[in-house]
């Protein structure tokens, strides 16, 4: 569709919730010259814009003036709408209502009304380390030194400064070990992002030197919960990254504890127990902890009630993809596909709700956990539907393990469904996808080669032979530490059990799960 122009004003305003539409049109109802506004008619029709077509607006206002400079207009359409925002959300957070009243403490200061100001900045104080906003105590600790200069230091003597001094020191001290524990996570998690969990000793070595970080040693004094916090988060992705998932848990389950220890500090960003307790309940899932798993999904989905958490689109949005993910990951990894299935007409009415507001990395996650739920209950036809979804209509990064397994899983489900005509051309673009990734599973290459061999099998007897081959060669792979997260997506032996024996994928999953639990 057309565009012309940027489209920032149109990704702003649709984003605004009905509650701060509702503000905007009240707000600007109050600036009004005769009954009208020349900002609340092009916000109303951008509202009704699915997609922006800056041509479209031209032309439906073609005799009004503010077409004219129509980039002025946006631009100040666009201020407005922050404006209304920042009205609407100034008391939303902590961070909000500190930075509002240190706007206040300075209006008084310049109107000479210093021991207001002083008053304010004590409630300032107060509310900033209550919740470890160092920053904020920073600007206090400025401010307070201004008051003291302007009343010619009256009351104050040298023990003053020492303590004042002394509190300078120790915060620059915390913030610089939020800033280096912050730093060293996200070099973490890029690391991890990019290239998955350890698959060679090299790389785990490489992790095993972060591990060995001055910060992460127990002799390291965390200053605050958030460094807590940072600590174990650390911690935990750098276990799970060297496939010690259960060390990753003790991590995972230690940092849940400071952010419900906590509650008051981390009220702001709901995010952080929401996703910790989400890793948590999927590495409970992969040392086979299913009621752990199971107890631990009540708990997450109590949160938004127990942290009193706005109940907003936002909210709902990630309730929907995360406890639909989680629950569909616990049944598939038990082998319980019938269950997951019932949760199938729920996920697709989520899919169709929240659209694109998903993204297309969460979307492609449910495409799979759906795709994998319909081929381990027996439904090949269904698991290719998504699978091809997933390929075909979201642009995600090609190197994402996620599309590597779709492509597998589609393979799989037309070997099943007995659809060789269109099986060369699939597995030739898997080949191609596939050649320049430089991070395959060893699984993976074994799994095309059995592709290869069964389109030249001449018989059954003989597609019977590459089946066993393949068997024996993932067999082989089945106690290597880097292979076991091929078992986060798929299980290559029950399914090639499945076509030896003649039992079906799921019983041979369940008794994979139960041998599992056995040795544990």
Not at 160 to 187: F, G, I, P, V
Not at 464 to 490: I, M, S, W
Request: aromatic residues 8%; charged residues 30%; proline residues 3%.
């Amino acid at each position: 569709m057309p565009q012309r122009g940027s489209d920032h004003l149109h990704r702003l305003i649709r984003s605004l919730s009905p509650a701060e539409k509702r503000y905007f049109k009240l707000r600007t109802a109050q600036h009004m010259i005769g009954g009208h506004s020349n900002m609340q008619v092009l916000f109303d029709a951008i509202v009704g814009m699915e997609h922006y077509d800056e041509e479209a607006l031209l032309q439906r206002f073609r005799n009004e003036p503010f077409t004219k400079r129509f980039p002025v207009t946006k631009r100040r359409l666009y201020e407005a709408v922050l404006r209304s925002l920042e009205g609407f959300h100034a008391d939303a957070s902590v961070d909000a209502r500190l930075h509002r009243t240190l706007n206040q403490v300075e209006i008084l200061y310049k109107r000479a009304l210093y021991d207001d100001a002083g008053k304010l900045l004590q409630g300032v104080r107060r509310a900033a380390r209550q919740h470890d906003r160092q920053a904020v105590l920073l600007a206090v600790q400025r401010w307070e030194r201004k008051l003291m200069e302007v009343a010619n230091y009256a009351g104050k003597g040298a023990a003053d400064l020492d303590d004042l001094m002394q509190e300078s020191t120790e915060l620059l001290a915390e913030q610089e070990q939020l800033d280096r524990l912050w730093d060293l996570k996200s070099r973490v998690l890029i690391d991890l992002y990019r290239r998955g969990q350890a698959r060679d000793e090299k790389t785990r070595n490489e992790l095993a030197e972060w591990s060995a970080h001055p910060l992460l040693q127990g002799t390291a004094r965390p200053r605050t919960a958030r460094a807590r916090f940072l600590f174990h988060h650390i911690h935990g992705a750098l276990h799970f990254a060297m496939g010690g998932l259960p060390t990753c848990r003790e991590h995972l389950e230690a940092a849940v504890a400071v952010l419900e220890e906590n509650k008051e500090r981390f009220a702001d960003e709901p995010n952080l127990i929401l996703s910790t307790l989400s890793n948590l309940i999927w590495v409970q899932v992969r040392c086979g902890r299913y009621e752990e798993a199971f107890a631990t999904l009540n708990r997450f989905r109590n949160i938004p009630a127990t942290w009193e958490m706005p109940d907003d689109e936002d909210l709902e949005l990630k309730l929907f993809a995360t406890t639909m993910s989680l629950e569909l990951t616990i049944h598939a990894q038990m082998g319980a596909f019938d269950k997951a299935l019932e949760l199938a007409p729920m996920v697709e009415r989520g899919l169709d709700r929240h659209g694109e507001r998903l993204g297309p990395v969460r979307r492609a996650v449910l495409y799979y956990q759906l795709a994998y739920a319909y081929f381990g209950a027996g439904r090949p036809d269904k698991a290719i539907r998504w699978t091809d979804r997933l390929i075909n209509d979201l642009r995600i990064d090609d190197g994402a393990e996620i599309v590597c397994f779709a492509r597998i899983l589609n393979m799989m489900a037309l070997i099943d469904t007995g659809d060789l005509m269109r099986l060369p051309h699939v597995l030739r673009s898997t080949e191609r996808f596939m050649g320049p990734r430089g991070r395959a599973y060893r699984f993976e290459p074994l799994f095309l080669e059995l592709v290869r061999a069964l389109l030249r099998a001449k018989d059954v007897r003989a597609a019977k032979e590459v089946c066993t081959h393949f068997e024996a060669g993932v067999r082989g792979l089945e106690n290597d530490p880097y292979e076991q997260a091929v078992l986060d997506h798929l299980d290559p032996l029950a399914w090639a059990g499945a076509r030896l024996t003649g039992r079906t994928y799921a019983e041979l999953v369940r008794e994979r799960v139960q041998r599992t639990a056995r040795a544990a």
